[in-house]
T-cell receptor, first 113, second 110 residues
Framework: EPEVTQTPSHQVTQMGQEVILRCVPI?????FYWYRQILGQKVEFLVS????????KSEIFDDQFSVERPDGSNFTLKIRSTKLEDSAMYFC???????????FGSGTRLTVV | DAKTTQPPSMDCAEGRAANLPCNHS???????VYWYRQIHSQGPQYIIH???NNETNEMASLIITEDRKSSTLILPHATLRDTAVYYC???????????FGTGTRLQVTL
């Protein structure tokens, strides 16, 4: 069964550093998403991406965050200057159509120290 | 998106059917009911979705009431591996964002 692949599985970074979280969505999917989950809290929407542009973003997704689809397969989330409160699990998801279910990756655990 | 209400936790014996309820009394005509689950800290897993008809797939069945104000997810023969948090989410088909609540923590026991 096709999977959404996320790398790395765990990243530790120092406060103020830039991080890039990587995702390989399922190949024929057209809609891409990033979500995050702070330990013990709800899964929160960050951003949706379609046709090479952001289609929706949450209040969390401020100027410190950016997304990119640099080639036909990767989908990345960049945090420019990490804060302690950015520590969370970050999940990538994709779907061929917004009516369908979304396939989530297994996540990247980001720890900011 | 319409708000949903789920019980915070439920128990089920292994091999029995698990029936997880969800209330969505403010659902709009163009909104679907989606069910996802999250096992421990893994990524959410899509289970099933429907608009107004009952749906069944290899994982579960979804029963939606005629007035669409509530639904039930049925896992016909629960196993220990079905222990997870189950999320009922209402979303318009053209909307992108899934809004997760706190879900129902299902504990399957021997």
């Amino acid at each position: 069964e096709p999977e959404v692949t996320q790398t790395p599985s765990h990243q530790v970074t120092q406060m103020g550093q830039e991080v890039i979280l990587r995702c390989v969505p399922i190949s024929n999917h057209l809609y891409f998403y990033w979500y995050r989950q702070i330990l013990g809290q709800k899964v929160e929407f960050l951003v949706s991406f379609y046709n090479n542009e952001i289609s929706e973003k949450s209040e969390i997704f401020d100027d410190q965050f950016s997304v990119e689809r640099p080639d036909g397969s990767n989908f990345t989330l960049k945090i420019r200057s990490t804060k302690l409160e950015d520590s969370a699990m970050y999940f990538c998801a994709s779907t061929p159509d917004r009516n369908y279910g979304y396939t989530f990756g297994s996540g990247t655990r980001l720890t900011v120290v | 998106d319409a708000k949903t209400t789920q019980p915070p936790s439920m128990d089920c014996a292994e091999g029995r059917a698990a029936n997880l309820p969800c209330n969505h009394s403010t659902i709009s005509g163009n909104e679907y009911v989606y069910w996802y689950r999250q096992i421990h800290s893994q990524g959410p897993q899509y289970i099933i979705h429907g608009l107004k008809n009952n749906e069944t797939n290899e994982m579960a069945s979804l029963i939606i009431t005629e007035d669409r104000k509530s639904s039930t997810l049925i896992l016909p023969h629960a196993t220990l591996r079905d222990t997870a948090v189950y999320y009922c989410i209402v979303k318009a088909g053209t909307a992108s964002k899934l809004t997760f609540g706190t879900g129902t923590r299902l504990q399957v026991t021997l």
